[in-house]
């Protein structure tokens, strides 16, 4: 029986972290996608605290969902098979194939036989099953393949390139300074037989007038005999989901301005999904920052307390830092707060880990804002939500009944003994997703990607407002992920060579 030959694939690598590889990558699923090619992301390995849900239940990287997203097609669990999620300096949570396998130390990780043996047939059944099943797969690597104390058990760069044959296409980022020696440093550092496979550099985030760069783009082509296939400018107009961390844009020290609901984001340092709330960042009654320091308070309308990897030592940092008694007296002084997930666990009044899920810690108190105990028991729940609201007062007045969807990513169990008020329910009914204080200005809910909701989040900025005494604000204009998707891929079209990238994979364009 004849076999379908495999699709084509191409690479992205990076001469170091936090380079573009993802947002690039985004943009050639979009790209591919609109020259009629069914096109995956690939990612054999992630490390980050950001992580979303596919249709079947299973945990992956939050940037491989996205770029699932631009490539038209829904997610999947071989797009990302293993994935890390930091919980310390040096002890990540390990989740292979969507499913949470326990805790790995830094020093295991590095263990080259382990990472080969038990890890790497995740990645090549991964990767091949994607190429039966699309056009092009477009892979990403991670940090660089020229760390030369990792090279040994590599399962994420060189190894998966050479194992696909896949043409390499090296990103350098030059607003960081010293892109030519970086993209000069990675080429050498790799072997003869990985080098064969770099098809182009790519010169990313760059300011100014690319005339300027001509006399080294020439140089770095004649020292290693590979070409420059782009140079891509640094824009700040294209809105898609970043793979961890917030943009240091976003901790601006803005005081609120007339007219505009101010909401602060406490920044925790195990942070968790933190772009959920890039929706309510773009609203047009908005402004939305950062907080990581009591000192960076200031006088907000809206709180709100994300999600954690480490809910027990983030409660710690918002009591030790202070935060906590300016959430006393925010609430004091009658305005909002609303907890996500690992936040709606700090606002009860106590978590429990008997069995050190997550902590050395048996038991934390909370803020006790929310009558809620929580206690982490059982396998973590990765799911798709569909829900609906049923709290009537305060952030939620006049929403009864609005349907909202999201997903759930938690480990732990949280009950009220009535003191908190059913806010939020699933579909049919049958279970609580959110609480609320009986003043409704408190809300709690383990549902990530509510703000996604457009309905929802005009519904809590207009109660905001209505709550500082502001008039209605007008409604946002509706946000159009694939309009943003679409402008990435035009911002590539004109700024690569993509006939060099079809050229690589023995495509036409």
């Given at each position: 029986?004849?076999?379908?030959?495999?699709?084509?694939v191409?690479m992205?690598?990076?001469t170091?972290?936090s380079?573009?590889?993802s947002?690039l990558v985004?943009?050639f699923?979009?790209?591919?996608?609109?020259?009629?090619?069914?096109?995956?992301?690939?990612?054999?390995?992630n490390?980050s605290?950001n992580?979303?849900?596919?249709?079947?239940?299973?945990?992956?990287?939050?940037?491989?969902?996205?770029q699932a997203?631009?490539?038209?097609?829904e997610?999947?669990?071989e797009?990302?098979?293993?994935?890390?999620?930091?919980?310390?300096?040096?002890?990540?949570?390990?989740?292979?194939m969507?499913?949470?396998?326990?805790?790995?130390?830094s020093?295991?990780f590095?263990?080259?036989?382990?990472?080969?043996?038990?890890?790497?047939?995740?990645?090549?059944?991964?990767?091949d099953?994607?190429?039966?099943?699309y056009?092009?797969?477009?892979?990403?690597?991670?940090?660089?393949?020229?760390e030369?104390?990792l090279?040994?058990g590599?399962?994420v760069?060189?190894a998966v390139?050479?194992?696909a044959?896949?043409?390499v296409?090296?990103i350098?980022d030059?607003?960081?300074?010293?892109v030519?020696?970086?993209?000069?440093?990675?080429?050498?550092?790799i072997?003869?037989?990985?080098?064969?496979?770099?098809?182009?550099?790519?010169i990313?985030?760059?300011?100014?007038?690319v005339?300027?760069?001509?006399?080294?783009?020439?140089?770095?082509e004649g020292?290693?005999g590979?070409?420059v296939?782009?140079v891509?400018p640094?824009?700040?107009?294209?809105?898609?989901?970043e793979?961890d961390?917030?943009r240091?844009a976003r901790?601006?020290?803005?005081?609120?301005?007339?007219g505009h609901v101010?909401?602060?984001?406490?920044?925790?340092?195990?942070?968790?999904?933190?772009?959920?709330?890039d929706?309510?960042?773009?609203?047009?009654?908005?402004?939305?920052?950062?907080?990581?320091e009591?000192?960076?308070?200031?006088?907000?309308?809206?709180?709100?307390l994300?999600?954690?990897k480490?809910?027990?030592?983030?409660?710690?940092?918002v009591r030790?830092?202070?935060?906590?008694d300016?959430i006393?007296?925010?609430?004091?002084?009658?305005?909002?707060?609303?907890?996500v997930c690992?936040?709606?666990?700090?606002?009860g009044?106590?978590?429990?880990?008997?069995?050190?899920?997550?902590?050395?810690?048996?038991?934390?108190?909370?803020?006790?804002?929310?009558?809620l105990?929580?206690r982490?028991?059982?396998?973590?729940?990765?799911?798709?939500?569909e829900?609906?609201?049923?709290?009537?007062?305060?952030?939620l007045?006049?929403a009864?009944?609005?349907?909202?969807?999201?997903?759930?990513?938690h480990?732990?169990?949280?009950?009220s003994?009535?003191?908190?008020?059913?806010?939020?329910?699933?579909?049919?009914?049958s279970?609580?997703?959110?609480?609320?204080?009986?003043?409704?200005r408190v809300?709690?809910?383990?549902?990530?990607?509510?703000?996604k909701?457009?309905?929802?989040a005009?519904?809590?900025?207009?109660?905001v407002?209505?709550?500082?005494g502001?008039?209605?604000?007008?409604?946002?204009?509706?946000?159009?992920?694939e309009?943003?998707?679409?402008?990435?891929a035009?911002y590539?079209?004109?700024h690569?060579?993509?006939?060099?990238?079809?050229?690589a994979m023995?495509l036409?364009?």
């Amino acid at each position: 029986m004849d076999r379908k030959p495999l699709g084509k694939v191409v690479m992205l690598q990076g001469t170091g972290s936090s380079v573009g590889k993802s947002l690039l990558v985004t943009g050639f699923c979009r790209v591919f996608a609109q020259d009629g090619y069914m096109v995956a992301p690939f990612k054999a390995q992630n490390m980050s605290r950001n992580s979303g849900v596919t249709p079947d239940g299973l945990e992956i990287g939050r940037a491989q969902v996205a770029q699932a997203e631009a490539a038209g097609i829904e997610p999947s669990v071989e797009m990302n098979p293993i994935l890390l999620k930091p919980e310390a300096d040096s002890r990540s949570q390990l989740v292979a194939m969507g499913k949470m396998r326990g805790t790995i130390h830094s020093m295991q990780f590095a263990d080259r036989h382990h990472r080969r043996k038990v890890l790497w047939p995740y990645v090549t059944n991964s990767l091949d099953t994607l190429r039966r099943q699309y056009d092009i797969v477009v892979i990403e690597g991670a940090g660089s393949p020229a760390e030369i104390n990792l090279r040994a058990g590599d399962i994420v760069n060189m190894a998966v390139a050479l194992y696909a044959d896949a043409p390499v296409f090296l990103i350098g980022d030059i607003d960081k300074g010293g892109v030519f020696a970086s993209l000069y440093g990675t080429h050498a550092l790799i072997s003869d037989e990985e080098r064969n496979l770099v098809k182009g550099f790519i010169i990313n985030k760059f300011r100014g007038d690319v005339r300027l760069l001509e006399p080294g783009l020439g140089q770095i082509e004649g020292l290693t005999g590979v070409g420059v296939t782009g140079v891509v400018p640094y824009f700040t107009d294209v809105y898609v989901p970043e793979e961890d961390s917030p943009r240091e844009a976003r901790r601006s020290g803005f005081a609120g301005q007339d007219g505009h609901v101010e909401v602060a984001v406490v920044a925790l340092p195990h942070i968790a999904n933190f772009d959920e709330f890039d929706p309510l960042a773009m609203h047009d009654g908005v402004r939305l920052r950062y907080v990581r320091e009591a000192e960076e308070f200031g006088d907000p309308d809206l709180v709100v307390l994300p999600g954690s990897k480490v809910t027990i030592a983030d409660m710690d940092f918002v009591r030790d830092s202070g935060i906590e008694d300016r959430i006393r007296g925010h609430l004091w002084n009658g305005r909002a707060l609303i907890g996500v997930c690992g936040g709606m666990q700090m606002l009860g009044n106590t978590i429990h880990d008997p069995d050190g899920i997550e902590s050395d810690k048996a038991m934390v108190e909370g803020l006790g804002v929310l009558d809620l105990d929580t206690r982490f028991i059982g396998e973590k729940l990765t799911t798709r939500t569909e829900g609906r609201i049923v709290g009537e007062r305060g952030l939620l007045s006049g929403a009864v009944g609005m349907s909202v969807s999201g997903y759930e990513i938690h480990v732990g169990v949280t009950e009220s003994d009535d003191g908190a008020s059913r806010a939020m329910e699933t579909a049919d009914g049958s279970a609580a997703l959110g609480y609320a204080d009986r003043t409704g200005r408190v809300f709690g809910t383990y549902v990530h990607d509510l703000f996604k909701n457009k309905a929802f989040a005009d519904s809590i900025v207009g109660n905001v407002a209505r709550m500082k005494g502001l008039k209605q604000p007008d409604e946002s204009e509706p946000f159009s992920q694939e309009a943003e998707f679409d402008k990435l891929a035009a911002y590539l079209r004109k700024h690569l060579d993509m006939k060099a990238v079809y050229g690589a994979m023995g495509l036409s364009s």
